[in-house]
């Protein structure tokens, strides 16, 4: 039979899910596309431009399957998530996509390339001799204020007799997530498309060190170790090139070798020796789009580089299961040493990955990226006398640089290994933990400058003012969010307050007067709230891409609060840009905002908030936890009054608040689920945001917490994510999702992506602005400082930045009877005045000071007094403001005995939501 079909593309994870691989009609009935596929598990769908019901196909609606070589699959339209379909190569080449509608159901078929199915080696296994030299290890110079740096990562140290996984970034486009205790499959470097870099091999004397029986791992970081009776290894990315390192050390002077586990094809390859550097290229018709051409080989010393025939090395291939299709490399220093580090770097360009290599190896790039790291720990430092909480809060600020990267211009992938792509919504709630607590100015602006750059600006649009809700790859972005604009315009905020970068406030208003622009034509309804799709709040979730998991349209709590934030924060720039006239007009659209809030939202006869206004503006007093989110974005001026929010935080506690995290909808509601995924009953995405933990979501509750001075019950969720941080999971990093129920709070099921950049840097947050209280506001010329410690404190140092390379130095120490803060910035700044409250018994301590010396405050608890070491612009005491509501507030717990919907009927939630007649709301429209 003849089709006629709209332009159809191949869209997967080997392109960003993007428009990148279109299908070519090759007869009337049949269309097919040549794609480059690495060795490795891919995932895809058949659609036309725009994803649409009609022309998405894959073989089941609600479940993956792979495709097995040559053979032909039948295909049905159907949308979702998680329902793709499934092919893994066993070694990387070109294959041929075909897609027949010969017959009524279309049938797809995927074979290896016809020039691809006979692979033949014509050459000798080559030798090469390497003579770099680098130079002398410099000594990491020490922060007077830290630990030093060997005492520093030692402390920091993850350690486990027992396999466990883990994951770095390099910054740019890739990430290695790999597991300890493991030689075989122990890892895989992957880039924007395909990999070439697995696990690897370190012997000594010949012997290989076996990596399943180490003593030990340890998670550092700069590197996993493992550690032997007399030798240890080390492996790890390099921050900000595409370059790994591996290192081998001994405790007497021996033959090192390093043997790296590499996934190019030896005869798909050109091998040669540069400037003391191995260069391989890949042949262009075999490298993945987007995967670097040339990697290149080069060490801290002189090496023999040989190229191995693997089963001249039984041992080698028996533990590492290397490819003889492949080429590999056994890399042996010259001469016995204590010591051997060995650099593998990867590029596009030919000359550039010999640079790279070069550099490294001359100039100690292993000691110089660990000083980095040094650098960075101790930039935006607290060190408490809770070692672990210590722990937790680096490691965090750690995970989250993983997700740093420059695949789509400067951005932060949302998660890995699905969620590697930019969201506008979880970049920019990111963003704070990320790069402006870490004191990443210029990285914080270019992120910002970047999504700017996408916004939607024309007119007729009714996305005008938006910017993407996804940036997957160059031709796949997406603008189906309300809420990713007023992230990012609070983080522009935020940028300014932190940075001291008032003139971005005029390269900037623009974008923001824009957004505001769209809402009123297009979503501002007449009582001032803004309007939105169901789907169209980070409760995302769709059915097939289509109707809502959790209808939280038009009105959600959540969106109003950032739309209020919008406007303060347009009100700071026209501020700064003198602009009055359009003041008053943002004066007018918030006092509508907060009137209309107050009025609808809030029930003052049953004491709850409304998480959302549905139609004609009915309240759903669902209880979730997107409430706290109202006492949490606005960070001048509070939308909800302080006797209100103590309601809210304490029905959000008592419903929502497990030890390990909050849920995402009360226990007793009729559509709650207590598990996420693997789930007979029903598909993961119906559990998704109804029942299901977020681990952002603690960063939130934390700082409506101790905004409530409720800091010792935040403190104990804190502990129990440290938990999590460094003992579950991926170590070092947290997961997307818990579920609700768990059964074992020291064995926890996680869920959801392995890594998730919000939920680590929403923990770091908490640590800086929360805790210690920190919080700049440079466009008005001063610095709060607001500690909020935890009762089981004695002591922390802190060093946090802001300004042009300026920072806040705060030390406490907590006694008996007396307490003592020191504060001050490292470099004087006499135009800036620091407001400072402080805690004493029932009242606090209002200061107002220069920042131009030292101020030492001492507290006694004893008869309630102060003592300050030099004289100050004001200094008084005043009530603090008591919250009786909240006492012996605590966690809720999960009701074993009650029964759910979700598990006593098959697929609920899908059945219900099917009757609802939900308006379609899919990604494009």
Request: some cysteine; overall charge negative; charged content about 20%.
């Given at each position: 039979?003849?089709?006629?079909?709209?332009n159809?593309?191949?869209?997967?994870?080997?392109?960003?899910?993007?428009?990148?691989?279109p299908?070519?009609?090759?007869?009337?009935?049949?269309?097919?596309?040549?794609?480059?596929?690495?060795?490795?598990?891919?995932?895809?769908?058949?659609?036309?431009?725009?994803?649409?019901?009609?022309?998405?196909?894959s073989?089941?609606?609600?479940?993956?399957?792979?495709?097995?070589?040559?053979r032909?699959?039948?295909?049905?339209?159907?949308?979702?998530?998680?329902?793709?379909?499934?092919?893994?190569?066993?070694?990387?080449?070109r294959?041929?996509?075909?897609l027949?509608?010969?017959?009524?159901?279309?049938?797809?078929?995927?074979?290896?390339h016809?020039?691809?199915?006979?692979e033949?080696?014509?050459?000798?296994?080559?030798?090469?001799q390497?003579?770099?030299?680098?130079?002398?290890?410099?000594?990491?110079?020490d922060?007077p204020y830290?630990?030093n740096?060997?005492?520093?990562?030692?402390?920091?140290?993850?350690?486990?007799?027992?396999?466990?996984?883990?994951?770095?970034?390099d910054?740019?486009?890739?990430?290695?997530?790999?597991?300890?205790?493991?030689?075989?499959?122990?890892?895989?470097?992957?880039?924007?498309?395909?990999?070439?870099?697995?696990?690897?091999?370190?012997?000594?004397?010949?012997?290989?060190n076996?990596?399943?029986?180490?003593?030990?791992?340890?998670?550092?970081?700069?590197?996993?170790?493992?550690?032997?009776?007399?030798?240890?290894?080390?492996?790890?990315?390099?921050?900000?090139?595409?370059?790994?390192?591996?290192?081998?050390?001994?405790?007497?002077?021996?033959?090192?070798?390093i043997?790296?586990?590499l996934?190019?094809?030896?005869?798909?390859?050109?091998?040669?020796?540069?400037?003391?550097v191995?260069?391989?290229?890949?042949?262009?018709?075999?490298?993945?789009?987007?995967?670097?051409?040339?990697?290149?080989?080069?060490?801290?010393?002189?090496?023999?580089?040989q190229?191995?025939?693997?089963?001249?090395?039984?041992q080698?291939?028996?533990?590492?299961?290397?490819?003889?299709?492949?080429?590999?490399?056994?890399?042996?220093a010259?001469?016995?040493?204590?010591?051997?580090?060995?650099?593998?770097?990867?590029?596009?360009?030919?000359?550039?990955?010999?640079?790279a290599?070069?550099?490294?190896?001359?100039?100690?790039?292993?000691?110089?990226?660990?000083?980095?790291l040094?650098?960075?720990?101790?930039?935006?430092?607290?060190?408490t006398?809770?070692l672990?909480?210590?722990?937790a809060?680096?490691?965090?600020?750690?995970?989250?640089?993983?997700?740093v990267?420059?695949?789509?211009?400067?951005?932060?992938?949302?998660?890995?290994?699905?969620?590697k792509?930019?969201?506008?919504?979880?970049?920019?709630?990111?963003?704070?933990?990320?790069c402006?607590?870490?004191?990443?100015?210029?990285e914080?602006?270019?992120?910002?400058?970047?999504?700017?750059?996408?916004?939607?600006?024309d007119?007729?649009?009714?996305?005008?003012?938006?910017?993407?809700?996804?940036?997957?790859?160059?031709?796949?972005?997406?603008?189906?969010?309300?809420?990713?604009?007023?992230?990012?315009?609070?983080?522009?905020?935020?940028?300014?307050?932190?940075?001291?970068?008032?003139?971005?406030?005029?390269?900037?208003?623009?974008?923001?007067?824009r957004?505001?622009?769209?809402?009123?034509?297009?979503?501002?309804?007449?009582?001032?709230?803004?309007?939105?799709?169901?789907?169209?709040?980070?409760?995302?979730?769709?059915?097939?891409?289509q109707?809502?998991?959790?209808?939280?349209?038009p009105?959600?709590?959540?969106?109003?609060?950032?739309?209020?934030?919008s406007?303060q924060?347009?009100?700071?720039?026209?501020e700064l840009?003198?602009?009055?006239?359009?003041?008053?007009?943002?004066h007018?659209?918030?006092?509508?905002?907060?009137?209309?809030?107050?009025?609808?939202?809030?029930?003052?006869?049953?004491?709850?908030?409304?998480?959302?206004?549905?139609?004609?503006?009915?309240?759903?007093y669902s209880?979730?936890?997107?409430?706290l989110m109202?006492l949490?974005?606005?960070?001048?001026?509070?939308?909800v009054?302080?006797?209100?929010?103590?309601?809210?935080?304490?029905?959000?506690?008592?419903?929502l608040?497990?030890?390990?995290?909050?849920?995402?909808?009360?226990?007793?509601?009729?559509d709650?689920?207590?598990?996420h995924?693997?789930?007979?009953?029903?598909?993961?995405?119906?559990?998704?945001?109804?029942?299901?933990?977020?681990g952002?979501?603690?960063?939130?509750?934390v700082?409506?917490?101790v905004?409530?001075?409720q800091?010792?019950?935040a403190?104990?969720?804190?502990?129990?994510l440290?938990?999590?941080?460094?003992?579950?999971?991926?170590?070092?990093?947290?997961?997307?999702?818990?579920?609700?129920?768990?059964?074992?709070?020291?064995?926890?099921?996680?869920?959801?992506?392995?890594?998730?950049?919000?939920?680590?840097?929403?923990y770091?947050?908490?640590?800086q602005?929360?805790?210690?209280?920190?919080?700049?506001?440079?466009s008005?010329?001063?610095?709060?400082?607001?500690?909020r410690?935890?009762?089981?404190?004695?002591?922390?140092?802190?060093?946090?930045?802001?300004?042009?390379?300026?920072a806040?130095?705060?030390?406490?120490?907590?006694?008996q009877?007396?307490t003592?803060?020191?504060?001050?910035t490292?470099?004087?700044?006499?135009?800036?005045?620091?407001?400072?409250?402080?805690?004493?018994?029932?009242?606090?301590?209002?200061?107002?000071t220069?920042?131009?010396?030292?101020?030492?405050?001492?507290?006694?608890?004893?008869?309630?007094?102060?003592?300050?070491?030099?004289?100050?612009?004001?200094?008084?005491?005043?009530?603090?403001?008591?919250?009786?509501?909240?006492?012996?507030?605590?966690?809720?717990?999960?009701?074993?005995?009650?029964?759910?919907?979700?598990?006593?009927?098959?697929?609920?939630?899908?059945?219900?939501?099917?009757?609802q007649?939900?308006?379609i709301?899919?990604?494009?429209?």
């Amino acid at each position: 039979m003849t089709i006629t079909t709209p332009n159809l593309y191949l869209k997967g994870t080997f392109n960003g899910w993007g428009l990148d691989t279109p299908l070519s009609q090759i007869n009337t009935h049949q269309l097919s596309a040549s794609v480059v596929l690495s060795a490795d598990t891919h995932r895809f769908k058949v659609a036309d431009m725009d994803g649409t019901a009609r022309w998405t196909f894959s073989a089941y609606p609600d479940r993956p399957l792979t495709l097995t070589p040559s053979r032909s699959t039948p295909l049905i339209t159907t949308q979702g998530i998680g329902n793709d379909l499934l092919f893994t190569p066993n070694a990387a080449g070109r294959f041929t996509v075909t897609l027949d509608f010969s017959n009524e159901q279309p049938v797809i078929k995927v074979e290896k390339h016809n020039n691809d199915l006979v692979e033949s080696v014509s050459r000798e296994l080559l030798s090469y001799q390497l003579n770099s030299r680098s130079e002398p290890r410099a000594e990491i110079e020490d922060a007077p204020y830290a630990l030093n740096a060997d005492e520093l990562f030692n402390q920091l140290a993850i350690e486990s007799e027992t396999a466990f996984p883990f994951v770095f970034g390099d910054n740019i486009d890739g990430y290695f997530e790999g597991t300890t205790h493991s030689l075989r499959a122990a890892g895989r470097y992957r880039h924007h498309q395909g990999w070439h870099l697995g696990g690897f091999a370190s012997l000594v004397n010949g012997e290989l060190n076996d990596k399943q029986h180490a003593e030990k791992a340890r998670l550092m970081p700069f590197g996993i170790e493992h550690h032997y009776q007399r030798s240890r290894d080390c492996f790890s990315l390099i921050h900000n090139q595409r370059m790994a390192y591996f290192s081998v050390d001994s405790e007497q002077a021996a033959h090192l070798s390093i043997v790296p586990e590499l996934n190019i094809s030896l005869s798909h390859s050109n091998i040669e020796s540069v400037d003391n550097v191995v260069v391989i290229s890949v042949n262009p018709d075999q490298c993945p789009e987007g995967c670097p051409r040339f990697v290149a080989i080069s060490a801290d010393k002189p090496i023999a580089a040989q190229e191995l025939s693997v089963t001249d090395f039984p041992q080698l291939e028996q533990a590492m299961g290397l490819s003889t299709s492949n080429t590999n490399w056994m890399l042996t220093a010259a001469e016995p040493c204590k010591s051997l580090t060995v650099y593998l770097c990867f590029a596009h360009d030919k000359q550039q990955v010999i640079n790279a290599a070069k550099n490294a190896s001359i100039n100690n790039g292993y000691q110089q990226y660990k000083k980095e790291l040094y650098q960075f720990l101790t930039s935006n430092y607290l060190w408490t006398s809770d070692l672990e909480y210590n722990r937790a809060v680096m490691w965090a600020r750690l995970a989250s640089r993983t997700f740093v990267s420059k695949e789509f211009g400067r951005g932060i992938w949302a998660g890995l290994p699905w969620f590697k792509d930019c969201w506008g919504r979880d970049t920019f709630i990111a963003l704070s933990g990320t790069c402006l607590v870490n004191g990443q100015f210029k990285e914080a602006r270019e992120i910002i400058d970047n999504f700017a750059s996408m916004q939607m600006t024309d007119p007729d649009s009714l996305n005008l003012g938006r910017i993407p809700n996804r940036v997957t790859s160059k031709t796949n972005i997406i603008y189906n969010t309300t809420d990713g604009t007023p992230w990012l315009i609070r983080e522009i905020g935020e940028y300014i307050d932190y940075s001291g970068d008032d003139e971005y406030a005029k390269a900037i208003y623009p974008m923001v007067k824009r957004f505001i622009q769209g809402v009123e034509k297009h979503y501002l309804d007449s009582d001032g709230l803004i309007k939105h799709r169901h789907p169209d709040t980070w409760m995302d979730a769709k059915i097939e891409g289509q109707i809502p998991w959790s209808p939280r349209g038009p009105k959600a709590n959540d969106i109003q609060a950032l739309w209020f934030e919008s406007l303060q924060v347009a009100k700071q720039l026209a501020e700064l840009n003198q602009d009055s006239e359009y003041i008053d007009h943002l004066h007018s659209l918030l006092s509508q905002v907060t009137s209309s809030f107050s009025d609808k939202f809030w029930d003052g006869d049953q004491l709850r908030l409304a998480d959302r206004l549905g139609e004609n503006d009915v309240a759903d007093y669902s209880v979730r936890p997107n409430q706290l989110m109202t006492l949490t974005i606005p960070q001048t001026t509070k939308l909800v009054s302080p006797d209100v929010g103590q309601h809210m935080v304490k029905n959000c506690v008592e419903q929502l608040l497990f030890p390990w995290g909050i849920c995402s909808l009360d226990q007793y509601h009729q559509d709650f689920h207590p598990y996420h995924d693997n789930r007979s009953e029903y598909h993961k995405d119906a559990a998704y945001h109804n029942g299901t933990i977020w681990g952002w979501n603690a960063g939130f509750t934390v700082s409506a917490l101790v905004q409530y001075d409720q800091q010792d019950l935040a403190y104990r969720l804190s502990k129990n994510l440290a938990k999590q941080l460094l003992g579950q999971g991926h170590r070092g990093t947290m997961s997307e999702n818990l579920d609700a129920f768990q059964a074992d709070e020291d064995n926890l099921i996680e869920s959801g992506t392995y890594a998730q950049a919000w939920s680590v840097s929403e923990y770091a947050r908490n640590a800086q602005q929360d805790y210690i209280g920190f919080k700049p506001l440079l466009s008005v010329s001063k610095i709060k400082l607001t500690p909020r410690l935890p009762n089981c404190w004695e002591t922390f140092s802190a060093r946090v930045p802001f300004g042009d390379n300026n920072a806040l130095l705060v030390t406490f120490e907590k006694e008996q009877t007396q307490t003592t803060y020191t504060v001050n910035t490292l470099y004087p700044a006499p135009e800036l005045k620091l407001e400072l409250q402080l805690e004493l018994g029932c009242e606090h301590l209002d200061i107002i000071t220069d920042t131009e010396q030292q101020l030492k405050v001492t507290l006694s608890s004893v008869n309630q007094t102060f003592s300050l070491d030099r004289e100050v612009d004001s200094a008084k005491l005043t009530t603090r403001q008591h919250y009786p509501l909240l006492d012996n507030l605590t966690f809720s717990k999960p009701d074993w005995k009650r029964s759910f919907n979700c598990l006593s009927e098959s697929n609920y939630l899908l059945n219900k939501r099917s009757h609802q007649g939900l308006s379609i709301a899919t990604d494009r429209n």
